[in-house]
Structure formats: C-alpha cells, structure tokens
C-alpha cells in the first residue's frame, strides 16, 4: 500500500527554537514525488517544496530544509530560529506515479512568542 | 505568477438553494482540481480537470457539479447540499496532471450549509 505518515499531530516551541516535522512513506514505486505545503489559519494551501525520488540532495531555503533519506523512506522538514509567522498546519503529500496527491493527516505547528 | 484566486472567500446557503464557487488562474496551466477540507482534516480531492474535459471524479454527490468553462476557468455547481458538506474548498491547477507537476492552491471558500 502507498501511504504517508505524519505521526506528530501538534508541536508547540518556544520562538527562535528549531523545530523537525516528520514525514515518512510508504510506496513500492521508484519514481515519486514528495511535496510540503504549509496551511497557515487563513486556509490557503502554501507550496513549499517539491523533490523527486531521484534527487537526494538536501535542500535549504532560508530557515527552512529538508533532509531527504530514501533508504529510510522519509522527507523531514526542519525549520531553524522559529517564529510566530510559521504557526500553521504543515502537510507532507507525496504523489507517487501517476496517483493523486497523497496527503498526510498534518502537524499543526504551534510558535510560542 | 502562481496565483490562482477564488471567489467568494465565504458563503452561507440553505439547503435548497442553488450556488456556484468560481475558481481562476493564468498561469497557463491546463489540470485544476477541486479539494474539499474538514476541519482538522487533510484536503481531499473530488473532481480532476486535464484539458478541460473532466478526467477524475472521485466519487462525489452529485449535488456538486464542476464545469471548466475554459482552460484558466473552473466552477463547482452547488444544489441540495446538506449540513455535513460545510467544509473549505480548495482550487488548484497545475501544469499537467501527469508527473511530479507541482499543484498551486487558491485561498479557498468556506461553506457553511445551514
């Protein structure tokens, strides 16, 4: 079965704090698209990243990175010196062959000022 | 530009009335979908359009029904809805359905059907 799991449901920090959403899958495919969006309380659905299965290459943008490790079948996201703006639910959604988006339940992130 | 807008943001309608959410974006892309969100849920996706010609319907009531009207266009029909169909709804296009083609969301419409 293909399937993602977001097993943190809600984190709250302390700003200026790192935090690290997880995000690991399920798939018997080898090529693969993995995706975050952020979905801050205004609803909107923000794009974050998008990598493929053939790209293993950590990312940086900023405070934001992913780590990226297919032997373990997972796509972390970290964010460095927290802030208030980056309260918000963040859903990983892998889309694997040519299948629709495969949304993750989502970890709502809560920053403390 | 990875805009795509919706209208209205919010909308109240009874369960005998008749409305429509309008979805639009030009950024040339040519597959739009339509989500539906419960609170505290992931979105999850009811009609696929490629080309305009609808080419993924997941199942859904019929008291929704989508219309591409043209390729930067997208509306869904909304008729006899019950309670339980409030919820945010969510367009989004991207450039092909195929592949890892990235899916840009618009803000979304919440519906509250009383």
């Known amino acids: 079965a293909q399937k993602v799991t977001q097993a943190q449901t809600e984190i709250s920090v302390v700003e200026k704090e790192d935090v690290t959403l997880d995000c690991v899958y399920e798939t018997r495919d080898t090529t693969y698209y993995l995706f975050w969006y952020k979905q801050p309380p205004s609803g909107e659905l923000v794009f974050l990243i998008r990598r493929n299965s053939f790209d293993e290459q950590n990312e940086i943008s900023g405070r934001y990175s992913w780590n990226f490790q297919k032997s373990t079948s997972s796509f972390n996201f970290t964010i460095t010196a927290s802030q208030v703006v980056d309260s918000a639910v963040y859903f990983c959604a892998p889309k694997f062959g040519n299948e629709k988006l495969t949304f993750g339940t989502g970890t709502r992130l809560t920053i403390i000022p | 530009d990875t805009e795509v807008t919706q209208t209205p943001k919010h909308l109240v309608m009874g369960m005998t009335n008749k409305k429509s959410l309008k979805c639009e974006q030009h950024m040339g892309h040519r597959a739009m979908y339509w989500y539906k969100q419960k609170a505290k849920k992931p979105p999850e996706l009811m009609f696929v359009?490629?080309?305009?010609?609808?080419?993924i319907n997941e199942s859904v009531p019929s008291r929704f029904s989508p219309e591409c009207p043209n390729s930067s266009l997208l509306n869904l029909h909304l008729h006899a809805l019950q309670p339980e169909d409030s919820a945010l709804y969510l367009c989004?296009?991207?450039?092909?359905?195929?592949?890892?083609?990235?899916?840009?969301f618009g803000p979304g419409t919440r519906l509250l059907v009383l």
């Open positions: 359009y490629s080309y305009e010609k609808l080419s």
């Open positions: 989004a296009s991207s450039q092909r359905i195929a592949g890892g083609e990235t899916q840009y």
